[in-house]
């Protein structure tokens, strides 16, 4: 329980301390909510939607987010000269940063995050464990902080391996390594901290075991000042590259009614352990005999929120300003009735034919899907400059159906209708991901994808040799494809350049063309 | 009587043969790969998207060209494709195949993290060379074919940009 009284503070003008499809996700919910809204952006991000969206926008640095997103002062200097009363700092960046949170507190904002002593505690994540444990949530066999490799060759043995180094300070699943034997620990441990200390500022690191087969589900708690805290039930996030998650579910199919009120409040026990505000995620891994062990809280509204939106009707960033507002939540666990099923794919402007290697470039043709149960959260446009500055993340397509194989169609659908040239995407990866047998009929786990990458590489010939006839076919009559950019010298003639010059304009002539 | 003209064209690493037969009807029977189908590409008139119609099966591809490559879009998988006169060195095949010196090039712009390799070291392919960040991403780039390194064009620490020379295998 929160010492002070909650005291009420409405929101009338917010400041969205980022960037890309989150930042648009939160400008939309103020709109909705008859809040002025604030965008910043940094030089990379001149054209970006969230800034043509918001009632202002101001440019807070260069195009590094070590100068701009990441930027306190220049955030705060934002916030001052708007007349902002409130700041949400959306997922990544400084949105699980203590610093920061203490800063807008300090300079009389309203976050809409976490108290900063919450954030704290469960940003460390060796000091979560131990607090977790305190309140009696299973924990993952593992370590505090570790420097010594002794003591961490001495938990190796006891476990067994393999065994993961991550970063004390660390999140997002950045900062992991796996050890599969003593040998390489001491190695790990020094490459790991050195990781960790350039990421997250903070050297520290700590051990646990690695379980394998293990399914990640995480809870969706939601809490307010007044004692309120409401688990949203479970989302399943087991498939994952590189610790990367790229499909979330829900529900899990792994999750019966008994162990969902379980996982649920083991989650609202972690919640009030943290003395938690606002919107939260409890991190699971669960086993194969339906155990359960506590990961991490990330301290933020996460990617894949809407897959919980889509299952349980509610507005969770509405939600999250409610709450910072001093408001109560209004509603109680007995008023969650999650329907159906949903899924999100993230789209990422990665190669999947080329090691996942990230693709740059200008977009020429963003189509996105739409129609019955899809919802697309997306800062994509044409014209859009795909820049090396910030995460991959190009949009993402959430979808719900009746149950899983219609939320499965559905996405198989919605994702056929996805058009986008001018950089490479991992589409043809989900697409494969969709169509396969183990995943539709559930059988995933944290290592699915392990096990599917070589077979995903053999079936990609089939749209390689239709890519090279039409090719073939365009020179053989001539057809002249429109070129990159109006005046650039092309051999497709005068005509087909207007053409395209044309239809540039028109695209571009409303934003909402996208 | 029938004209049958062969295209080479180049997709990502590889170069294929395409020969093209037109049909009294306007359709095209191709071959590719010793693959003959039956081929009709249709503009929509945007300058951007077609209908290629491959066996009786219709559907939309989404072309844009550039001064030396056409961009396909073909069942959300995007490729960069060139006609080319000749097949490549190796014919068939991609670089693998290729002898003689090969510079690599960094596939996108990045910070140099790591050099997995020095000078005169021999690397077999698939090899890691270079950690390449971008994105907030470490990307290994690894060795296409087997040889030694003549050159080293990159060390830790340095900004890149995309095609910026890595190294140079013999």
């Known amino acids: 329980m929160p010492a002070d009284p909650p005291v009420t503070r409405p929101i009338k003008k917010l400041l969205v301390a980022n960037r890309g499809e989150i930042a648009l996700r939160v400008l939309r919910a103020c709109r909705e909510e008859g809040i002025a809204t604030v965008a910043v952006y940094s030089e990379a991000d001149r054209d970006a939607l969230h800034v043509r969206y918001a009632d202002e926008a101001y440019l807070i640095g260069p195009a590094p987010s070590s100068e701009s997103y990441l930027s306190i002062p220049n955030l705060l200097d934002a916030a001052r000269t708007s007349g902002a009363d409130a700041v949400h700092p959306g997922y990544g960046f400084l949105s699980e940063n203590a610093g920061f949170a203490q800063a807008c507190a300090n300079a009389g904002l309203v976050f809409v995050g976490p108290p900063p002593a919450a954030i704290s505690l469960l940003g460390d994540k060796a000091m979560a464990r131990r607090a977790m444990k305190q309140a009696g949530i299973p924990l993952v066999p593992g370590t505090d902080r570790v420097t010594d490799p002794e003591a961490a060759l001495a938990f190796g ?66 809490a307010d000042s007044h004692g309120t805290v409401v688990g949203l039930g479970e989302r399943e996030c087991s498939i994952q590259r590189r610790h990367q998650k790229i499909i979330e579910e829900a529900p899990s199919v792994a999750v019966s009614p008994e162990l969902r009120g379980r996982m649920i409040a083991a989650a609202v026990a972690a919640a009030r352990a943290a003395d938690y505000r606002g919107a939260g995620t409890v991190e699971f891994l669960l086993d194969r005999d339906s155990r359960f062990y506590f990961l991490e809280v990330n301290t933020r509204l996460q990617v894949e929120h809407p897959v919980t939106e889509l299952l349980t009707g509610r507005d969770l960033v509405r939600d999250q300003l409610r709450v910072a507002a001093g408001q109560p939540l209004g509603y109680t666990q007995d008023d969650v009735s999650p329907r159906g099923w949903a899924l999100e794919c993230r789209i990422t402007a990665e190669d999947p034919h080329n090691s996942f290697l990230p693709s740059l470039g200008r977009v020429r043709l963003a189509q996105l899907p739409s129609g019955p149960g899809v919802r697309v959260d997306s800062s994509l446009y044409d014209g859009l400059e795909v820049s090396p500055y910030y995460d991959s993340l190009l949009a993402k397509v959430i979808v719900w159906g009746e149950d899983r194989a219609q939320a499965i169609a559905r996405m198989r659908r919605a994702l056929d209708e996805f058009v986008l040239l001018g950089v490479k995407t991992n589409i043809p990866f989900h697409r494969y991901l969709l169509d396969h047998q183990d995943f539709q009929a559930g059988a995933i786990s944290t290592s699915f994808l392990e096990g599917v990458m070589e077979d995903f590489g053999k079936a990609a010939t089939a749209n390689r040799d239709l890519a090279a006839i039409t090719a073939a076919v365009l020179a053989h009559s001539g057809l002249s494809p429109a070129s990159a950019a109006p005046g650039q010298a092309s051999a497709d003639g005068p005509a087909a350049r207007s053409a395209w010059a044309t239809a540039y304009r028109m695209r571009n002539s409303g934003y909402w063309k996208v | 009587m029938s004209l049958e003209i062969t295209y080479h064209i180049q997709v990502a690493d590889d170069t294929l043969e395409v020969t093209i037969t037109p049909e009294a009807d306007d359709s095209l029977l191709v071959t590719i790969n ?3 189908r039956r081929i009709t590409l249709i503009p929509a008139g945007d300058g951007l998207t077609y209908f290629l119609t491959a066996d009786g099966i219709r559907r939309p591809v ?48 990045g910070v140099v993290k790591d050099v997995l390799v020095a000078q005169g070291d021999h690397v077999e392919q698939g090899a890691p060379l270079v950690v390449l960040e971008a994105m907030k991403m470490n990307n290994q780039i690894r060795s296409p074919r087997a040889g030694s390194v003549v050159t080293l064009a990159v060390t830790p620490g340095q900004r890149l940009n995309r095609g910026d020379a890595l190294l140079t295998l013999s």
């Not at chain 1, 391996?161 to 441990?189: C, H, N, Q, S, W």
């Open chain 1, 157 to 222: 043995a006891e476990a067994g391996y393999p065994v993961l180094v991550k970063a004390a300070g660390g999140g997002g699943g950045r900062g992991i390594r796996v050890v599969a034997t003593p040998d390489e620990l001491a190695g790990a441990l020094q490459q790991a901290s050195q990781e960790a200390l350039q990421a997250f500022g903070d050297a520290g690191v700590y051990l646990e075991k690695y379980l394998l087969p293990v399914r990640h589900v995480e809870i969706q708690i939601m």
């Open chain 2, 34 to 36: 010793g693959t003959t």
């Open chain 2, 62 to 109: 989404y072309a844009a060209a550039d001064a030396q490559s056409l961009e396909l879009l073909v069942a959300g998988d995007l490729f960069s494709t060139a006609r080319v006169a000749e097949p490549g060195p190796g014919g068939q095949g991609s670089v693998s195949a290729g002898s003689g010196p090969l510079t690599l090039k960094a596939p996108m712009p």
